[in-house]
């Protein structure tokens, strides 16, 4: 099976690491430097982008996964994790990674809608129940990578999955229902390359 490190300082990682054991693959839970081992693929969770930001920097893993993941490691990234891998956030002042050339609002929902599910299609497809918890959506892809960046889904006019090269970013959460395509789609993109 495939080895996956889960980002596990914060957020909605167990998860993650369920169904991915769910589909074969062994995890290894990232909570320190020396965890970043071997791997054949990468998952940042959801959570708060703010606080994992500042944790990656304290515990020393920031610098490594930002390599790896410029050199090609492949990452499904889901919500705070989008929001950890984009260039550009217009609501807020930093910058994590920046590997993903893409403008995101952060509590993109607002208020009222903090919290719902929808349907909508993937990458054409099949439709996907998605679960928005206080989202981002991607409000601009970068001009310097308009041919590059992959729209996979889209919700009410607004851009809630990406693919840019070797980066899945989702604005909502596949790891909390049963269904395991959107992991399985990500898997198949690593053994694909
Ligand atoms: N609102 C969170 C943030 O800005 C993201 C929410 C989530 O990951 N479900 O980081």
Same mark, same amino acid.
């Given at each position: $099976?495939?080895?996956?490190?889960?980002?596990?300082?914060?957020?909605?990682?167990?998860?993650?690491?369920?169904?991915?054991?769910?589909? $074969?693959?062994?995890?290894?839970?990232?909570?320190?430097?020396?965890?970043?081992?071997?791997?054949?693929? #990468?998952?940042?969770?959801?959570?708060?982008?703010?606080?994992? $930001?500042?944790?990656?920097?304290?515990?020393?893993?920031?610098?490594?996964?930002?390599?790896?993941?410029?050199?090609?490691?492949?990452?499904?990234?889901?919500?705070?994790? #989008?929001?950890?891998?984009?260039?550009?956030?217009?609501?807020?002042?930093?910058?994590?990674?920046?590997?993903?050339?893409?403008?995101?609002?952060?509590?993109?929902? $607002?208020?009222?809608?903090?919290?719902?599910?929808?349907?909508?299609?993937?990458?054409?497809?099949?439709?996907?129940?998605?679960?928005?918890?206080?989202?981002?959506?991607?409000?601009?892809?970068?001009?310097?990578?308009?041919?590059?960046?992959?729209?996979?889904?889209?919700?009410?006019?607004?851009?809630?999955?990406?693919?840019?090269?070797?980066?899945?970013?989702?604005?909502?959460?596949?790891?909390?229902?049963?269904?395991?395509?959107?992991?399985?789609?990500?898997?198949?993109?690593?053994?694909?390359?």
């Amino acid at each position: $099976g495939l080895k996956i490190g889960v980002l596990a300082v914060q957020g909605a990682f167990i998860e993650h690491k369920r169904m991915l054991e769910s589909l $074969g693959c062994e995890c290894v839970e990232l909570r320190r430097k020396s965890d970043i081992c071997d791997l054949d693929g #990468l998952v940042l969770p959801g959570g708060e982008s703010t606080v994992q $930001g500042k944790l990656l920097r304290e515990l020393d893993m920031f610098d490594e996964l930002k390599e790896r993941i410029a050199n090609g490691l492949p990452v499904l990234a889901t919500c705070a994790g #989008l929001i950890l891998l984009a260039s550009h956030i217009s609501n807020d002042d930093n910058v994590y990674f920046g590997t993903l050339p893409v403008t995101v609002k952060r509590n993109a929902y $607002g208020r009222q809608l903090g919290s719902f599910e929808a349907t909508a299609r993937f990458d054409n497809s099949f439709d996907f129940t998605m679960t928005f918890i206080r989202a981002p959506y991607v409000e601009a892809i970068d001009d310097s990578a308009k041919n590059d960046v992959h729209v996979l889904a889209e919700y009410d006019g607004k851009i809630v999955g990406v693919q840019y090269k070797n980066q899945i970013g989702l604005a909502f959460h596949p790891e909390l229902d049963d269904d395991t395509r959107i992991h399985e789609r990500f898997l198949e993109m690593i053994s694909a390359n």
